[in-house]
């Protein structure tokens, strides 16, 4: 009836395959997304990623996490739209166009030719999407690629020239000239969230450096210097000002720099009283006087270095200024400003109507007035500087320091700050509306919001989103070429464009170089209008697609309007400054709210050994041959069931295949039993369907199957997908381990009684409810499981599981009362196993008495945990106290933090103490006061460690507050039981290995020595009974095999009757 659970040689992975096809042959997929429309629209929002990049294994994490909530929300009767989305355009695409044809640099892509560039930018976008959608299928990572949205697009395109015109119009949208993150390899400034994405820890020469004072001298004749610290030694020719922090307290100290026969030479230098200590340390010195910041304020000297040129410049130079976010962190309590190269410094340098001056081009190099140094990129110049400042007696110190420094996502150069015309957003007008939208999200986990995202916002600047690049979606502001006039246009469309445009073709295509041939006429003065150059932060792209995939407003509008906000979005960590950020910054710029409303964040994925994965390192995991070789169902397990989604995973095939191993092989294993028995009893579901269950195990699974049902509803609908997996773990462990266990023999039995049908009926009702639940997590396995077992008995049975809602809750089957006995039974079970195992005593080998801490519980059970534990009595309601040891011990780590050199006297009070006395107070939560040395200690459950074990010929083991006692001594009688269970164990495994059917009557052939002899034949009709034994023969036969009887060997042979 049922076909054979075989795997076969490919295993789980060969069956993945089979049932891959049977959902492309019968459109599973395409009938799973149109399930339930009409119904309430449950949203979720696919991150686009770039398919011009090969997947990685963290990109199985994010469409395993992204499946299982819109399969759930499916199954609850929601109807769920799951387009897939391309991320085409930026920086990714053209360094790998730029690799590809041998160029570097935007000078080479312009010799190139821009529209040859782009045409090979949008032929390479999908170079690798055959093998995303491959990855995809496989995982079954259920979304539609059939019509994706795609960034570069021109109906995508004209949706973010829309949300760029609702910007302008509400005058968030601005040209300003900033201090801008920039990388010199790319030629472009970077957002601040994608710089918050490329720190590394870098050691950079640091230099304490000496500016001397104009006018002033110390009583030795010689200059006075001030102290300035930077960690940017390349930045010192462009310097401007030196800022104090006027409250703080600074001193003038004398400093021996030579320490001569004849006498002392000193030099005098300003900095910060409380960092004197750090900055002059291993010096002689002797402090001159003391004054406030203030007082240095105003204060002249010279310049600094003098390659650069201020011929011209009205505004301060070489002043000192007061600055508030100077701090005494570190440094020398004073900084050297550089208003070309950094956001404070300009900032600072304008409230001061400070002259400017930038000596470093486009490029990253010095210019060729910065003469020992021109045309080498400023940060390769560090060592050079301060060797040069060294002769000029201008370097009081230098020293290698680590710090965190931003480098280019993309290309890794280290970025420098650069002044900059660009376009901005002003999102800091919007802070107070971001930060309150944030507060609305249910994270996962909850510390993203007021933590790492939550800083973010609260700290958010103007988003700088113009690029000077190629591939990318145009800014679409026309300025007039009148010097005179001011006039802009910031186009909102592409029937805007063409109405307003002197020469744009019918088929415009929205890309570079073709859209900056269009020309406008200025509506104020009648010359010719140009479009800014630049193209947008890629980022901005992606922070579109809520509306963009729709191609809001221009159609769909109440398709976009249903599906915004959405409920659900998923990514990794990193998104906090990526995609989660721009997708914010535009739901609430434009719709005046966050675009999600749950967000689980990913952490990452690391090699098997806690290692980032990296192409250096060769360590990291290949997709496709992970889910070639273990199969999607485990790896989906894994990371569900590992740990929480926000902690970095260990994956290796190794780690999956252990995962395996638990659960989908427990599932796999429960089910081809139920196939196995009922293929020979030839039993069919449909034809038992008013069945009454009236035994206690039954009743028992009933109950845990639908209290399982209602507590992973529970928890997915809350987002615990971890939790979910632990539940769905725990009740296949006990419907493998505890019920199948327990009622093997109802399934053996001849005939078809109500008690074996009860059996059957209850196995099947509570497999497939348990399949249901698991379906949006393995749904590979699950849906093998309901074609063999469901569809070929149910008549009505839905074509997939995956066409089926989720199971229906049924609160008269669940019994609290009985759950918790039985689960009280289970555990005293589980805690004597793991007795036996401590002792190394076989589960065959009877021992005589069980101790049970736990004071109730019925007869019934009493039974069930003797035969489970082979145990002759159990006695409940005993004292653990009477049959342990105690062994009680300072928790080192806690204690001696607090005791230290007092731990050994501790340790020996500790033993003077009556131990059983002593645990009784520890566990009832009383402190424990002790004198040591004059010294009060205190000791309770926080700072001991306390053991038990028991005592002779006794074995304990506990659980929070339940613990059991097994006598371990074994009588002579117990012995020869123990015998008998274990022959019976060898005959059964050598039926299994001898390839005997289940029903199959055997005749045995023993050779053994006489005593164990004897012991067979008073166990005789025993050990008959349990291996379908018609015979049991002394006898000595060519074809034995030698096998093993605890400290025993003999010969067996068995024969099919």
């Given at each position: 009836m049922y076909k054979d659970t075989n795997l076969g040689s490919e295993g789980f992975t060969g069956l993945e395959k089979k049932v891959l096809e049977t959902w492309k042959k019968n459109q599973i997929i395409e009938q799973n997304f149109k399930m339930n429309k009409g119904n309430n629209v449950f949203t979720f929002f696919d991150g686009p990623p770039t398919a011009n990049g090969m997947p990685h294994a963290g990109h199985i994490l994010t469409r395993v996490i992204k499946d299982i909530i819109p399969r759930y929300q499916v199954m609850k009767g929601n109807y769920v739209i799951r387009?897939?989305?391309?991320?085409?355009?930026?920086?990714?695409?053209?360094?790998?166009?730029?690799?590809?044809?041998?160029?570097?640099?935007?000078?080479?892509?312009?010799?190139?030719?821009?529209?040859?560039?782009?045409?090979?930018?949008?032929?390479?976008?999908?170079?690798?999407?055959?093998?995303?959608?491959?990855?995809?299928?496989?995982?079954?990572?259920?979304?539609?690629?059939?019509?994706?949205?795609?960034?570069?697009?021109?109906?995508?395109?004209?949706?973010?020239?829309?949300?760029?015109?609702?910007?302008?119009?509400?005058?968030?949208?601005?040209?300003?000239?900033?201090?801008?993150?920039?990388?010199?390899?790319?030629?472009?400034?970077?957002?601040?969230?994608?710089?918050?994405?490329?720190?590394?820890?870098?050691?950079?020469?640091?230099?304490?450096?000496?500016?001397?004072?104009?006018?002033?001298?110390?009583?030795?004749?010689?200059?006075?210097?001030?102290?300035?610290?930077?960690?940017?030694?390349?930045?010192?020719?462009?310097?401007?000002?030196?800022?104090?922090?006027?409250?703080?307290?600074?001193?003038?100290?004398?400093?021996?720099?030579?320490?001569?026969?004849?006498?002392?030479?000193?030099?005098?230098?300003?900095?910060?009283?409380?960092?004197?200590?750090?900055?002059?340390?291993?010096?002689?010195?002797?402090?001159?006087?003391?004054?406030?910041?203030?007082?240095?304020?105003?204060?002249?000297?010279?310049?600094?270095?003098?390659?650069?040129?201020?011929?011209?410049?009205?505004?301060?130079?070489?002043?000192?200024?007061?600055?508030?976010?100077?701090?005494?962190?570190?440094?020398?309590?004073?900084?050297?400003?550089?208003?070309?190269?950094?956001?404070?410094?300009?900032?600072?340098?304008?409230?001061?109507?400070?002259?400017?001056?930038?000596?470093?081009?486009?490029?990253?190099?010095?210019?060729?007035?910065?003469?020992?140094?021109?045309?080498?990129?400023?940060?390769?110049?560090?060592?050079?500087?301060?060797?040069?400042?060294?002769?000029?007696?201008?370097?009081?110190?230098?020293?290698?320091?680590?710090?965190?420094?931003?480098?280019c996502w993309r290309c890794d150069t280290p970025l420098l700050y650069y002044p900059k015309a660009s376009w901005f957003v002003a999102m800091s007008t919007l802070r107070d509306k971001l930060v309150e939208e944030n507060n609305k999200v249910n994270w996962r986990p909850e510390t993203i919001k007021t933590g790492r995202f939550g800083n973010f916002l609260e700290n958010v600047i103007d988003w700088g989103i113009s690029r000077d690049r190629y591939w990318g979606t145009p800014l679409n502001v026309w300025l007039c070429k009148n010097e005179g006039c001011d006039h802009m246009e910031c186009i909102g469309s592409i029937k805007e464009l063409k109405e307003k445009a002197i020469n744009c073709s019918e088929d415009i295509e929205l890309h570079k170089p073709y859209i900056d041939e269009v020309k406008l006429k200025c509506e104020k003065c009648g010359s010719e209008m140009e479009r800014e150059k630049e193209v947008l932060d890629c980022w901005f792209d992606s922070g579109s697609m809520p509306f963009a995939q729709w191609h809001y407003p221009f159609e769909n509008k109440e398709i976009f309007e249903q599906n915004f906000p959405a409920q659900f979005i998923s990514e990794a960590i990193d998104q906090t400054r990526g995609w989660f950020y721009t997708l914010t910054a535009l739901g609430v710029a434009i719709f005046g709210k966050i675009p999600f409303e749950n967000c689980t964040v990913l952490g990452h994925v690391l090699d098997g050994k806690g290692q980032k994965m990296s192409k250096s390192k060769k360590n990291g995991v290949d997709p496709l041959v992970l889910l070639d070789t273990v199969g999607a169902d485990a790896v989906r397990w894994y990371f569900y069931n590992g740990s929480q989604p926000w902690i970095s995973s260990r994956l290796s095939i190794e780690n999956v295949r252990e995962s395996q191993r638990g659960f989908l092989s427990t599932l796999w294993n429960t089910y081809s039993f139920y196939v196995l028995y009922a293929n020979i009893d030839k039993f069919n579901p449909s034809e038992h369907k008013n069945f009454k269950?009236?035994?206690?195990?039954?009743?028992?699974?009933?109950?845990?199957?639908?209290?399982?049902?209602?507590?992973?509803?529970?928890?997915?609908?809350?987002?615990?997908?971890?939790?979910?997996?632990?539940?769905?773990?725990?009740?296949?462990d006990e419907l493998s381990n505890w019920y199948i266990r327990r009622n093997r023999k109802r399934f053996w039995e001849a005939g078809?009684?109500?008690?074996?049908?009860?059996?059957?009926?209850?196995?099947?009702?509570?497999?497939?409810?348990?399949?249901?639940?698991?379906?949006?997590?393995?749904?590979?396995?699950?849906?093998?499981?309901?074609?063999?077992?469901?569809?070929?008995?149910?008549?009505?049975?839905?074509?997939?599981?995956?066409?089926?809602?989720?199971?229906?809750?049924?609160?008269e089957m669940v019994d609290k009362e009985l759950e918790k006995e039985m689960d009280l039974a289970y555990s005293i079970v589980k805690l004597g196993r793991n007795a036996r195992s401590a002792e190394n005593i076989k589960n065959r080998q009877p021992l005589s008495k069980m101790l049970v801490s736990a004071e109730n519980l019925p007869e019934y059970y009493e039974r069930i945990i003797k035969e489970e534990l082979n145990i002759k009595e159990v006695v409940l309601g005993a004292d653990m106290t009477e049959y342990v040891n105690f062994d009680i011990k300072p928790n080192l780590p806690v204690l001696g933090k607090v005791y230290g050199k007092l731990i050994p006297q501790i340790k020996q009070e500790l033993a003077k103490l009556n131990q059983v006395d002593l645990a009784n107070d520890i566990k009832s939560g009383k402190d424990i006061i002790l004198f040591i040395e004059e010294t009060e200690v205190v000791l309770n459950e926080s700072n001991l460690l306390v053991t038990m074990k028991g005592k002779e010929n006794t074995v304990f083991a506990g659980e929070n507050t339940l613990g059991i006692i097994l006598h371990t001594e074994i009588t002579e009688?117990?012995?020869?039981?123990?015998?008998?269970?274990?022959?019976?164990?060898?005959?059964?495994?050598?039926?299994?290995?001898?390839?005997?059917?289940?029903?199959?009557?055997?005749?045995?052939?023993?050779?053994?020595?006489?005593?164990?002899?004897?012991?067979?034949?008073?166990?005789?009709?025993?050990?008959?009974?349990?291996?379908?034994?018609?015979?049991?023969?002394?006898?000595?036969?060519?074809?034995?095999?030698?096998?093993?009887?605890?400290?025993?060997?003999?010969?067996?042979?068995?024969?099919?009757?």
């Open positions: 387009k897939a989305g391309w991320d085409t355009h930026g920086l990714p695409v053209e360094l790998e166009i730029e690799k590809k044809l041998g160029i570097s640099g935007k000078q080479e892509i312009e010799d190139y030719g821009v529209e040859k560039f782009i045409k090979e930018c949008k032929e390479s976008v999908f170079k690798y999407v055959n093998i995303w959608e491959e990855m995809s299928e496989k995982v079954g990572y259920w979304v539609d690629m059939e019509n994706p949205y795609i960034t570069y697009k021109n109906d995508y395109i004209e949706s973010v020239w829309w949300a760029l015109r609702q910007l302008h119009d509400k005058k968030l949208l601005y040209k300003g000239h900033k201090i801008m993150p920039y990388c010199s390899r790319c030629g472009t400034a970077l957002s601040s969230h994608e710089v918050g994405q490329g720190y590394k820890d870098v050691k950079d020469l640091t230099a304490v450096v000496k500016f001397k004072l104009e006018n002033e001298t110390a009583e030795n004749g010689k200059p006075k210097y001030i102290l300035a610290w930077t960690t940017t030694p390349w930045t010192l020719p462009a310097n401007v000002l030196l800022a104090v922090n006027k409250k703080y307290d600074y001193v003038e100290v004398k400093v021996v720099v030579s320490d001569s026969e004849e006498e002392k030479d000193y030099e005098n230098y300003i900095l910060a009283k409380d960092l004197v200590e750090t900055v002059l340390k291993g010096k002689e010195y002797e402090i001159v006087s003391e004054f406030k910041g203030e007082e240095l304020v105003s204060k002249k000297y010279e310049q600094f270095m003098p390659f650069v040129s201020f011929e011209g410049q009205d505004g301060i130079k070489f002043e000192v200024v007061h600055g508030d976010f100077v701090n005494l962190s570190d440094g020398t309590g004073i900084v050297h400003i550089a208003p070309a190269f950094g956001e404070d410094d300009s900032i600072l340098s304008k409230a001061n109507n400070a002259a400017f001056v930038n000596p470093v081009d486009k490029e990253g190099k010095f210019v060729d007035e910065v003469t020992p140094w021109k045309g080498r990129f400023v940060r390769d110049t560090n060592d050079d500087i301060c060797e040069y400042l060294k002769e000029e007696n201008k370097l009081f110190k230098a020293e290698k320091h680590l710090h965190s420094y931003p480098h269950v009236t035994n206690v195990m039954d009743k028992w699974i009933l109950s845990k199957l639908n209290t399982l049902i209602k507590e992973v509803d529970e928890k997915l609908a809350d987002y615990d997908i971890n939790k979910s997996t632990v539940l769905i773990d725990e009740f296949t078809m009684e109500d008690d074996k049908v009860s059996a059957y009926m209850t196995l099947y009702t509570v497999l497939k409810g348990l399949i249901q639940v698991a379906a949006p997590f393995v749904p590979f396995m699950t849906e093998e499981i309901y074609q063999n077992i469901v569809r070929t008995v149910e008549e009505d049975a839905k074509e997939s599981i995956h066409l089926n809602l989720w199971p229906e809750y049924n609160a009688e117990l012995r020869e039981e123990g015998y008998v269970r274990e022959l019976i164990s060898k005959i059964q495994n050598t039926r299994k290995e001898s390839g005997f059917e289940v029903v199959d009557r055997i005749k045995v052939y023993v050779n053994s020595d006489e005593e164990l002899k004897q012991i067979i034949t008073k166990f005789e009709e025993q050990i008959k009974e349990s291996t379908l034994a018609n015979e049991i023969v002394f006898e000595e036969k060519e074809q034995m095999q030698e096998i093993k009887v605890n400290d025993k060997k003999i010969d067996l042979l068995l024969e099919k009757m």
